[in-house]
């Protein structure tokens, strides 16, 4: 998920690498920050148990809702749960599911965006089928998932998975009719090269730029439908300590003690933050024709 | 053009089939019996039984989606399993709600983002530009309810200018009406006028480096007409579109919002069938969604015409 700078100057441009760290920062400012805040949620994520952390599901009765001090930096919810050590390990739920949200939808809308770039008569069905799809709000297909299935961490990701995937499959899928029709592919064929190793060495590779940045906004808003999930009651089960969850419980008594709904909802922002400004970075640096519009 | 309007049509057909069909089969998709989950840990047999033959899952499949079809094109969305009640009837009570905040959202978001994005697109590079791109950044990340509980705290809790929660219906006054369907629509339009200010920057830019836009700057036409009647005229169809797609997220924060500001809407309907699993009332509701995108959509399409008489399909 978190690509290091380095490799993403040997993306970007030669010029890039021959101009040093300190111009790479200052031509693309975005992805160096995106890229930092988002290293820095995934070390927090990783090295939760030892950040101070307790138990995030362990209750205190008498320790409930106290406000954010030197002792509870986040305060306690109504169960006398730390709402410090439930945020901290509440990244691990939303990393989880953005990054592999973004990789099995990019799998699968990899694969069928091949296939149906390159067969006329599959085209015809498939794209009809992710047409109908994509009429479907994001979070309807899967809050309609959800509902019909158990409550788990597992399910969450292939509910947002599937809601993702007509996406990316039609990104693929435009991009392989587009580059069908360049000379070096026209040439590939008449010179007789074969077909597999055309999809190998011509057209998949020429799909991973825009992929990839694709693949970031899946990833943010993986995040937000995760949350939005749970935060509806129809996401991550309740004994995992999710940013959505952890809103959700805080709702009834937002009046008297806000921060149970605020902080992890400032956490979710700053990650989804950092992921678009990473993906807009990444765009603008795969892409300099796109640059210049958006 | 006539031709054109009747395919366009015409080309929802296929879609809506698509979406009715994925309804469907969700009850099929899902791993185990969707009557043993639908009726939940504490279900007996008898209850079992009850909601197999109430959803008619003891016939083959074929002839339950015929049947089910069937009674859709009559406007039969079947029966709650919770209220006993028509689903058509509850979907149809609390329809006012959610189209009042869809509006009242949809007019927040072009009235702010437009402007927004036109301005940001003549002032290419200036801060005015940068001030525009960093909302629409923000605009992408701070996910709905994360921006409705900051829009409860400051203007609800600390200046206590506007209720909590709750809704009013239009007819039982204009102003109570505002000053609860204010925040719902702050909140949910700040994503979608992120998106729109977006495209409106990005489709100017293009039309700005056109040369009939130099044509006009060149004869003297003052820079307001060149900006609106040239440019933002030439530059409407990108715009019109994205406006059309992000009718999807809106959607999905309608659920979102509802929830957050306990509005008696769709959203809330759907998060109360959630809970209850009343899986006739999801199923229904997806497809009133899904029909009232498609048909945006189509009115997108149609209007092109009219934005842009060159285009003839």
């Known amino acids: 998920m978190t690509v290091a700078p380095t490799d993403l100057a040997l993306l970007a441009a030669p010029i890039a690498r021959k101009r040093g760290v300190r111009d790479y920062v200052r031509r693309h400012p975005t992805i160096v920050i995106g890229a930092a805040l988002l290293t820095l949620m995934a070390l927090m994520a990783i090295f939760a148990p030892y950040l101070g952390t307790v138990d995030p599901q362990a209750l205190s009765p008498i320790r409930r809702l106290r406000w954010p001090s030197a002792q509870y930096w986040f305060g306690t919810d109504m169960l006398g749960r730390d709402v410090y050590s439930r945020t901290i390990y509440g990244a691990r739920v939303s990393l989880t599911v953005g990054i592999s949200v973004a990789l099995l939808a990019s799998g699968f809308g990899l694969l069928i965006g091949l296939v149906t770039g390159f067969s006329r008569w599959t085209d015809a069905i498939v794209m009809r089928i992710m047409d109908g799809l994509m009429s479907i709000p994001a979070v309807l297909i899967a809050i309609a998932l959800m509902a019909l299935t158990r409550a788990s961490l597992e399910n969450v990701i292939f509910a947002i998975t599937v809601a993702d995937v007509p996406r990316v499959t039609r990104l693929v899928r435009g991009v392989v009719l587009t580059l069908r029709e360049l000379p070096f592919v026209e040439a590939a064929f008449a010179s007789g090269t074969g077909f597999f190793r055309i999809l190998w060495r011509h057209i998949l590779p020429n799909t991973l730029p825009p992929l990839l940045v694709q693949g970031t906004f899946v990833a943010a808003s993986a995040m937000i439908v995760e949350a939005i999930l749970s935060f509806l009651g129809a996401g991550t089960p309740p004994n995992i300590p999710s940013w959505g969850n952890i809103m959700a419980e805080g709702r009834s008594l937002f009046q008297v003690a806000y921060y149970i709904v605020l902080i992890p909802g400032a956490f979710l922002s700053i990650t989804v933050l950092a992921i678009n400004l990473l993906g807009d970075g990444l765009r603008d640096a795969l892409d300099p024709r796109l640059a210049r519009r958006m | 053009m006539f031709a054109y309007i009747v395919r366009r049509t015409l080309a929802t057909i296929p879609v809506m089939a698509v979406v009715a069909l994925f309804v469907f089969s969700l009850l099929y998709l899902s791993p185990g019996d969707p009557a043993v989950i639908i009726a939940g840990d504490t279900a007996t047999l008898d209850d079992i039984a009850r909601i197999r033959e109430k959803l008619g899952l003891d016939q083959p499949a074929y002839i339950q989606f015929g049947s089910w079809v069937w009674r859709l094109l009559h406007g039969d969305l079947g029966i709650s399993i919770f209220t006993n009640l028509p689903v058509a009837k509850l979907i149809g009570q609390r329809v006012e709600p959610t189209v009042a905040l869809a509006i009242s959202t949809l007019c927040v978001s072009i009235l702010a983002a437009i402007p927004m994005g036109v301005l940001a697109a003549w002032k290419a590079g200036s801060w005015i530009d940068r001030v525009v791109m960093v909302f629409a950044v923000l605009g992408f990340s701070v996910p709905v309810f994360v921006l409705a ?87 409407a169809v990108p715009i019109v579109t994205i406006i059309g797609i992000g009718v999807a997220g809106l959607i999905s924060g309608v659920v979102v919002t509802e929830t957050v500001f306990a509005i008696p809407g769709l959203g809330r309907l759907t998060v109360d069938a959630i809970l209850r699993r009343d899986y006739p009332i999801i199923q229904g509701i997806i497809l009133v969604f899904s029909a009232a995108y498609v048909l945006i959509n189509l009115l997108v399409d149609l209007s092109y015409t009219f934005l842009d008489p060159r285009i003839r399909y």
Request: avoid cysteine; charge should be positive.
């Open chain 2, 149 to 235: 509980y900051l829009l409860i705290y400051v203007f609800a809790i600390s200046a206590d200018l506007l209720p909590v929660q709750g809704f009013v219906s239009i007819r039982n006054g204009f102003l109570p009406f505002l000053s609860h369907i204010a925040m719902p629509s702050l909140a949910l339009g700040m994503i979608f006028s992120a998106l729109i200010a977006r495209m409106t920057r990005a489709s100017m830019l293009d039309v700005l480096a056109q040369d009939y836009i130099r044509t006009a700057q060149a004869k003297g036409l003052a820079e307001g007409k060149v900006l609106i009647g040239h440019a933002l005229k030439n530059a």
